[in-house]
Every structure is written in structure tokens, then in C-alpha cells.
């Protein structure tokens, strides 16, 4: 069954900018925000914009801006590709860096199943052949689960970017904080000057069988 939010059914939706994401426990937010209070206290941490721990997600696919048509086959996609998968188990991983560590735009901390391991990428495998089927772009890069902590600011270099590196080999942990997510969102994304605000569109639950 797909729960959509009533503030949104009532409205028309043209050129959203849209997402399909996993949402996040309290306890994950609260991980985050502690991973990032210690980073902040080393240097390198001013030539980061750090995210806000609330708006936190796992992003499977990234639609970008969609019109108001395919609104109905976007709902369906999700639908389909949620009818075979298992809730899904996860655990914080470790920290880690866009494009590398030497060379860090987006710091990130990853996630990691803790069974199943093939039931989360499987998972976005289907969403981005369906999305592909729809007319988007195929994904360029292959699916790395993670949760972003900050980005970079622009024109940050040389030996700034070293102390930005240096925060990834501070010795700073992840806590080992296992969660399970049993329903997939659509989101939808609007820019604004003090950061993207987010609206959830539709909730799929994951139908499959646990293993």
C-alpha cells in the first residue's frame, strides 16, 4: 500500500525537482550529528559546509527536475521495484571522501547491509533501470550508499584542502549504529538561499520477504 501526505495529493506538482530516498531514524541523525560536532572541532572544518543531520537521507535515485506527466509512472516504478524487497538492515560504516580522500569535495560516512547484502543495491539497480525506461539519464556512477556530513566550500585548494583531508585521518569513527528502513520515499527537493528544503510525495512500504 503507497501512503501519500496529504498536503501534497491536494496540489500540482510541475517541474519538481525529485528524489527516491530512504528516510532516517532519530538514533542515525544523532550519530551524525555527533560524528560532526567532533570533526568541527578539528582543523580543516571551517572550509566545509556541513549538512544539517535532519535533512540526512540515503539517496537511491536521482530524478532531477520531472513534469507533472510522469508523475503517475514515477509512483509506479517505485511501487514495482519496492514489491520484491525485503525491509532492509543497515549499519554506519566508515568515513570516507568525493571523489578520494586526497582530494575531498564531499566527506561522507558510508552504510553497510547487515544481511542480505545484495537486497539495498538491487534495490536501486531496479529503481535506476525503471527510471532509465522512463526517459532519464542512466546513472553515470555506480551506487556507493552513504550519508553526506558536509561539502566543500567552493575554491578551497592546496594546502586548505590538506587540512580538509586531514579530518578524514584524524581518527574520527563512525558509530556502529544498526537501523532498519521499511519504506522508500519520493521526495521533492526546493533550493533556497539558507539551504533545500524537502517534501515527501509518496511512501512506499518494502513488500518482500525478510531472509
Not at 508523475?71 to 554506519?92: F, G, Y
Not at 556507493?144 to 575554491?155: A, E, N, Q
Amino acid at each position: 500500500r503507497i501512503l501519500y501526505s496529504p498536503s501534497v495529493v491536494a496540489r500540482h506538482v510541475m517541474n519538481s525537482r525529485l528524489f527516491i530516498a530512504l528516510e532516517l531514524p532519530e538514533a542515525v541523525r544523532l550519530a551524525l550529528a555527533e560524528v560532526q560536532t567532533r570533526l568541527q572541532a578539528l582543523p580543516g572544518a571551517r572550509f566545509v559546509r556541513w549538512v544539517d543531520p535532519n535533512d540526512a537521507h540515503l539517496t537511491l535515485r536521482f530524478l532531477g527536475d520531472t513534469d507533472e506527466d510522469l508523475m503517475a509512472h514515477v509512483r509506479s516504478l517505485i511501487e514495482e521495484a519496492t514489491m520484491s524487497c525485503p525491509p532492509l538492515a543497515l549499519q554506519l560504516a566508515g568515513l570516507g571522501a568525493f571523489p578520494s580522500v586526497s582530494r575531498p569535495r564531499v566527506l561522507w560516512i558510508g552504510l553497510e547491509p547487515v544481511r542480505d547484502p545484495e537486497a539495498l543495491a538491487g534495490l536501486a539497480d531496479r529503481l535506476d533501470r525503471s527510471a532509465v525506461r522512463l526517459g532519464y539519464e542512466p546513472e553515470k556512477r555506480g551506487f556507493s550508499p552513504h550519508l553526506t556530513l558536509g561539502r566543500v566550500k567552493r575554491g578551497v585548494g592546496g594546502r586548505e584542502m590538506a587540512q580538509v583531508s586531514g579530518l578524514l585521518e584524524a581518527g574520527v569513527e563512525a558509530p556502529k549504529v544498526g537501523f532498519t528502513v521499511s519504506e522508500v520515499c519520493l521526495m521533492e527537493s526546493i533550493l533556497r538561499p539558507e539551504g533545500p528544503v524537502y517534501s515527501r510525495l509518496q511512501v512506499a512500504v518494502l513488500k518482500g520477504p525478510a531472509s
